[in-house]
T-cell receptor, first 113, second 116 residues
């Protein structure tokens, strides 16, 4: 059973606000990921991390930033939210192997008004 | 580069019908192949996987066989239930093009609706 948590599950916020989406895992996984999911379902990798103090941008350019100060924690921050940031954000983690299964959190549905 | 192509949805079936969702891939090397499922309002979860040619992954009545000769990993279930209504994603990792980044390459997802 995967133990990966995201908070909040739903967030409605006004334009210009700073937000942080939380993601934590208790499996000791080295790798963590943030995906943005379109309403049409397609998944876009926006950030990933190999381990503590490692962060990389993903395939889709994003105005968000991430940090990895602790193995279990991988928060995503938007300094100034805009309506174009409205989306579902999914966090995942995996062991270091390139063939490892990714385990997903339940997601945060963000709406920026 | 490596890629995954899966059939477009939505797929609508009656309960107890046979399900096939096609997935084909392009990759160099010897990738691992995965099917993930996303139930409404939830994150994705691994449904099954196969790590080498001719392997069959199976779980919850779903099956998929890694066919290197046809570069396919089609998902099948003999008798679907209403509770199988979800979005299904095919993915690959470990191909030569993805190896260094250790990322999954995702299909676009196929929505399945099963009616009682």
């Amino acid at each position: 059973e995967a133990d990966i948590y995201q908070t909040p599950r739903y967030l409605v916020i006004g334009t210009g606000k700073k937000i942080t989406l939380e993601c934590s895992q208790t499996m000791g996984h080295d790798k963590m990921y943030w995906y943005q999911q379109d309403p049409g379902m397609e998944l876009h990798l926006i950030h990933y991390s190999y381990g503590v103090n490692s962060t990389e941008k993903g395939d889709l350019s994003s105005e968000s930033t991430v940090s990895r100060i602790r193995t279990e924690h991988f928060p995503l921050t938007l300094e100034s939210a805009r309506p174009s940031h409205t989306s579902q954000y999914l966090c995942a983690s995996s062991e270091y192997s390139e063939r490892a299964t990714q385990y997903f959190g339940p997601g945060t549905r963000l709406t920026v008004l | 580069g490596d890629s995954v192509t899966q059939m477009e949805g939505p797929v609508t079936l009656s309960e107890e019908a046979f399900l096939t969702i096609n997935c084909t891939y392009t990759a160099t090397g010897y990738p691992s192949l995965f099917w993930y499922v996303q139930y409404p309002g939830e994150g994705l979860q691994l449904l099954l996987k196969a790590t080498k040619a001719d392997d069959k992954g199976s779980n919850k009545g779903f099956e998929a066989t890694y066919r290197k000769e046809t570069t396919s990993f089609h998902l099948e279930k003999g008798s679907v239930q209403v509770s199988d209504s979800a979005v299904y994603f095919c993915a690959l990792s470990g191909g030569r093009m993805t190896g260094n980044n250790r990322k999954l390459i995702w299909g676009l997802g196929t929505s399945l609706a099963v009616n009682p």
